[in-house]
């Protein structure tokens, strides 16, 4: 396969997305490609729309002292059951990462031969991922408590009447957005290093998680100036295709959100202070609003969302199968050796004169 620089990547892989995507078109095709491509690369243009134009006052944060038994049961019951859901949604993005891959490796949009394929290979990601986050979690807690702490301390004390020192709370603030920033590049490059370097051996090598790293790492000794303009671009030039997005769909997607609020507004006004029948039905149109506007922010996150995502995964195979042979073979399989002569039958031909 051609080596590409990480420059020279950026244009092919546009066209390998185009021609994925939109050469045979077909809509539901598309959004189920485009829904996993967003989900397994984690981002997508997100819009939210709610039918609720009336905001509630008021205190509606209880205090802690105040809570019955009942609730505080209730609470650590769906503390538990959110983990339970963050850890199989992980899962879920772990096998989708695998089932896209095989998809666009082999060119296919079916997602259920991949799925089925690296099973056991995403499960050691899974539990190997599980490891790799709890760490930087706890890094991180250790890092920002600190702060957390200092920032407790000053609303403390204006609340209670003390001067407010603004010289000292910007210089408290800067270090910790910097620190911020630093725990999402740290986080980004983790989240690069495994999916687009380390996936490709666990899967086409069969590899454990540290034999792939291992075999990653070799590459990224050997260019280290390459990989690091890599990551740049890699984490840079999909912020700027989704800014170029929403900025050129900006006025479509307010014009549809707009009617979408204002019909919600017209009927939540129309069935306000009715009957009791007529409260239902402006319940019911709430609801329908409220899935009409879900659905709608949907469909815009992963018609613009879906390609940048799967550009930023043909990006990363381009680039990464110039260096690796197994995925380089697959992406453009070497031409077939010329036939060898042979001798037998060369020596026996005739001679022309």
Sequence with gaps: MRYFSPSEAVMPAIERTRRFLFQSFDLVTYLKLTAVACITEGFSANFNFSSHIHPSTGDV??????????????????????????????????????????????????IRPGWSLYRAQAERLFEAGLIIWAIFL?????VVVPF?????????????????????FILLVLPFIGIVVLLCLIAGTVDVVVHD????????????????WRAARAHIGREKGSFFFYLLLRL???????????ISAGIPLIGAFGILMLCAAGFRSLFDGSTLLSSVFGVFFEVLFGF????????VAFGLGGPVATWVRNYA????????????????????????????????APKIA
């Design 317 to 348: 195979l381009l680039f990464y199968g110039g260096r690796y042979k197994a995925l380089g073979d697959i992406l453009s399989p070497p031409l077939p050796l010329p036939p060898t002569p042979n001798p037998t039958f060369d020596a026996g």
């Design 236 to 246: 840079v030039l999909p912020v700027i295709a989704m800014l170029v997005l929403l």
């Design 292 to 299: 009409v506007g879900l659905a709608v922010g949907l469909f």
């Design 61 to 110: 944060v209880p205090s802690l002292l105040s809570l019955s038994d009942e609730f505080l049961v209730l609470l650590v019951i769906a503390i538990v059951a959110a983990i339970l859901a963050g850890l199989f949604f992980f899962y879920l993005v772990n096998r989708l990462r695998f089932a896209f891959f095989h998809c666009l490796l082999q060119q296919t949009t079916e």
């Design 148 to 168: 957390f702490l200092e920032f407790w301390r000053v609303f403390q004390s204006v609340k209670s009447g003390v001067h407010f020192d603004l010289h000292g």
């Design 138 to 142: 706890v890094l991180a807690t250790i």
């Design 197 to 212: 370097f380390i996936l490709p051996h666990m899967a086409l090598d069969d590899a454990t998680f540290r034999e792939a």
